[in-house]
């Protein structure tokens, strides 16, 4: 059997992990049961990237919200009849928390009554099998695989499976969602879905589709990693009328929408967490006009100052395209100071909106990908070794090697040393003492001195004759005379014996 939890300790981002050990330990000191469920699930097991954390308590799940929110969330939304919960942590990390429930419909198009219920029960009200799985969080079964409609198996096969015949009816906005899902992860609606869906568009369900539930799912195109792909298969179904009836005529900006894509991963790898959904939304209603953006904006059910950020958008880049075009703002420190309080959504819009206006678009990418990673490089360890403690001085210590990095005066690691040293009040550090020449034990003769300095060795060069001719100190013996050796005659050969010839005379004679 699998190790779920291995596996998501794996995949899952160290916020991410954290945010979920988070929720699992405060759902277990409040006493409810708690699971992972929905598209985290179906992540997991599809080998996608794992985007939201949805949870499912067995328990209110509003005062565990509250809680984990604490002073670190930068947003937090109630939904009191539906008894859910969403927060985006400090880190970017979002969740959602809601409290396992079964709906009831009575009307197209209108909310469905909300009773409570168990998690099994929570899991098959879903729409598709691959979404209706969960895994438990729970200290009696963490770990767990919570599978009652077999959605598993759908993943294998590479299916999407509705899973009540009246779900297009109850929720119309699961049209879309099937576009989606089949979009992004290649799976091909089985023969009954296929018939459900096509029905449905027959008997133009997609009217009855709930504001609050489009707006939702504007939303979730703009986290898809090809929102344009989605866009565009929802358009060959003709279902960009439900956003407003020009929008299937007129199509998004799909061209801006791909380059603001393509920087917004190229943020994402490098670290950068924010709400894609304003930007999304420009190139959304971008071809429509006064009273039409404004109504499709209305169809949504967005707040004011949602409304107000969208029509927007436009105008606040333009701002900061002119602070940027002015002379003071041409080095990298004067960029970093006025560019940092910007939201990065803003900045991300301006790569994309602005790529043809080299000078301004190469300050805001510098800012983005080359001065902002400056700041969690400072040499916080160097300076505690040093001994400078916490404080005030510490952090301006901080502040202007950082504002030294950024100007492009720091070369080489002994560079950024020395004026580290320099900034902190610290003097010099002194020269290490030249090691003594160790003694020779016993037995062992003694190292030949060195040089003198600017002259050769003493291996390399001849001493004078008259030098040579005096005598050695005391302190060493007198040089010996070389005895000599007895030359050795050469033998001579032996004389032939009277009356004795040589052979070699008796051979020339015969």
Same mark, same amino acid.
């Given at each position: 059997?699998?190790?779920?939890?291995?596996?998501?300790?794996?995949?899952?981002?160290?916020?991410?992990?954290?945010?979920?050990?988070?929720?699992?330990?405060?759902?277990?000191?409040?006493?409810?049961?708690?699971?992972?469920?929905?598209?985290?699930?179906?992540?997991?097991?599809?080998?996608?990237?794992?985007?939201?954390?949805?949870?499912?308590?067995?328990?209110?799940?509003?005062?565990?919200?509250?809680?984990?929110?604490?002073?670190?969330?930068?947003?937090?939304?109630?939904?009191?009849?539906?008894?859910?919960?969403?927060?985006?942590?400090?880190?970017?990390?979002?969740?959602?928390?809601?409290?396992?429930?079964?709906?009831?419909?009575?009307?197209?198009?209108?909310?469905?009554?909300?009773?409570?219920?168990?998690?099994?029960?929570?899991?098959?009200?879903?729409?598709?099998?691959?979404?209706?799985?969960?895994?438990?969080?729970?200290?009696?079964?963490?770990?767990?695989?919570?599978?009652?409609?077999?959605?598993?198996?759908?993943?294998?096969?590479?299916?999407?499976?509705?899973?009540?015949?009246?779900?297009?009816?109850?929720?119309?906005?699961?049209?879309?969602?099937?576009?989606?899902?089949?979009?992004?992860?290649?799976?091909?609606?089985?023969?009954?879905?296929?018939?459900?869906?096509?029905?449905?568009?027959?008997?133009?369900?997609?009217?009855?589709?709930?504001?609050?539930?489009?707006?939702?799912?504007?939303?979730?195109?703009?986290?898809?990693?090809?929102?344009?792909?989605?866009?565009?298969?929802?358009?060959?179904?003709?279902?960009?009328?439900?956003?407003?009836?020009?929008?299937?005529?007129?199509?998004?900006?799909?061209?801006?929408?791909?380059?603001?894509?393509?920087?917004?991963?190229?943020?994402?790898?490098?670290?950068?967490?924010?709400?894609?959904?304003?930007?999304?939304?420009?190139?959304?209603?971008?071809?429509?006009?006064?009273?039409?953006?404004?109504?499709?904006?209305?169809?949504?059910?967005?707040?004011?100052?949602?409304?107000?950020?969208?029509?927007?958008?436009?105008?606040?880049?333009?701002?900061?395209?002119?602070?940027?075009?002015?002379?003071?703002?041409?080095?990298?420190?004067?960029?970093?100071?006025?560019?940092?309080?910007?939201?990065?959504?803003?900045?991300?819009?301006?790569?994309?909106?602005?790529?043809?206006?080299?000078?301004?678009?190469?300050?805001?990418?510098?800012?983005?990908?080359?001065?902002?990673?400056?700041?969690?490089?400072?040499?916080?360890?160097?300076?505690?070794?040093?001994?400078?403690?916490?404080?005030?001085?510490?952090?301006?210590?901080?502040?202007?090697?950082?504002?030294?990095?950024?100007?492009?005066?720091?070369?080489?690691?002994?560079?950024?040393?020395?004026?580290?040293? @320099?900034?902190?009040?610290? +003097?010099?550090? $002194? =020269?290490?003492?030249? #090691? &003594? !020449? %160790?003694?020779?034990? *016993?037995?062992?003769?003694?190292?030949?001195?060195?040089?003198?300095?600017?002259?050769?060795?003493?291996?390399?060069?001849?001493?004078?004759?008259?030098?040579?001719?005096?005598?050695?100190?005391?302190?060493?013996?007198?040089?010996? @005379?070389?005895?000599?050796? +007895?030359?050795? $005659? =050469?033998?001579?050969? #032996? &004389? !032939? %014996?009277?009356?004795? *010839?040589?052979?070699?005379?008796?051979?020339?004679?015969?």
């Amino acid at each position: 059997m699998p190790d779920y939890i291995f596996m998501l300790e794996s995949r899952l981002s160290p916020e991410q992990l954290k945010a979920l050990n988070r929720v699992q330990q405060a759902a277990q000191d409040a006493g409810m049961n708690v699971y992972l469920v929905g598209g985290a699930v179906r992540d997991l097991m599809t080998g996608s990237p794992i985007g939201d954390l949805d949870f499912t308590l067995e328990g209110n799940p509003l005062r565990l919200a509250r809680r984990l929110a604490g002073d670190d969330a930068r947003r937090l939304e109630v939904n009191e009849r539906r008894q859910s919960a969403e927060l985006v942590l400090a880190d970017g990390v979002r969740l959602s928390l809601e409290a396992a429930r079964n709906e009831f419909f009575h009307q197209p198009g209108k909310p469905p009554e909300v009773r409570p219920a168990s998690v099994m029960e929570d899991l098959r009200r879903r729409d598709f099998s691959i979404n209706a799985m969960g895994i438990s969080l729970t200290p009696g079964s963490r770990g767990l695989l919570l599978d009652p409609t077999n959605g598993l198996a759908d993943i294998q096969s590479r299916e999407l499976r509705l899973l009540h015949n009246y779900s297009f009816l109850h929720d119309p906005v699961r049209l879309l969602r099937l576009v989606r899902f089949t979009t992004r992860l290649g799976f091909r609606p089985e023969a009954r879905t296929r018939e459900l869906f096509q029905t449905a568009l027959e008997r133009d369900y997609q009217d009855y589709i709930l504001p609050e539930a489009l707006g939702r799912e504007v939303d979730a195109i703009a986290r898809e990693e090809n929102g344009v792909a989605v866009l565009k298969a929802l358009a060959e179904r003709e279902l960009l009328a439900v956003f407003h009836p020009l929008l299937q005529k007129r199509k998004p900006d799909y061209d801006g929408l791909g380059k603001w894509q393509k920087y917004r991963h190229q943020a994402d790898a490098a670290g950068y967490r924010f709400e894609p959904f304003q930007a999304a939304l420009h190139y959304l209603h971008r071809r429509l006009k006064g009273a039409a953006q404004k109504r499709l904006l209305r169809n949504l059910a967005l707040k004011k100052d949602q409304i107000k950020q969208a029509l927007g958008l436009e105008r606040e880049a333009k701002k900061i395209l002119k602070l940027l075009g002015r002379q003071r703002t041409a080095g990298p420190r004067q960029v970093y100071h006025l560019l940092t309080p910007v939201p990065l959504e803003l900045l991300v819009f301006i790569l994309a909106e602005y790529s043809g206006k080299k000078k301004i678009h190469s300050k805001v990418y510098n800012y983005l990908f080359k001065y902002r990673p400056l700041g969690g490089k400072l040499p916080v360890r160097e300076l505690q070794l040093m001994g400078v403690p916490p404080g005030p001085k510490f952090d301006q210590i901080l502040e202007k090697y950082f504002e030294a990095q950024l100007d492009g005066k720091l070369r080489g690691r002994a560079h950024q040393l020395r004026f580290l040293r @320099k900034l902190a009040g610290l +003097p010099k550090p $002194k =020269p290490a003492p030249a #090691p &003594k !020449p %160790k003694k020779p034990a *016993k037995g062992e003769k003694p190292a030949p001195l060195p040089a003198e300095a600017g002259k050769p060795a003493a291996a390399h060069t001849k001493a004078p004759v008259a030098a040579a001719a005096k005598p050695a100190a005391a302190t060493t013996a007198p040089p010996q @005379k070389a005895e000599k050796r +007895p030359e050795k $005659k =050469p033998k001579e050969k #032996p &004389k !032939p %014996k009277p009356g004795e *010839k040589s052979r070699s005379k008796k051979k020339r004679r015969r």
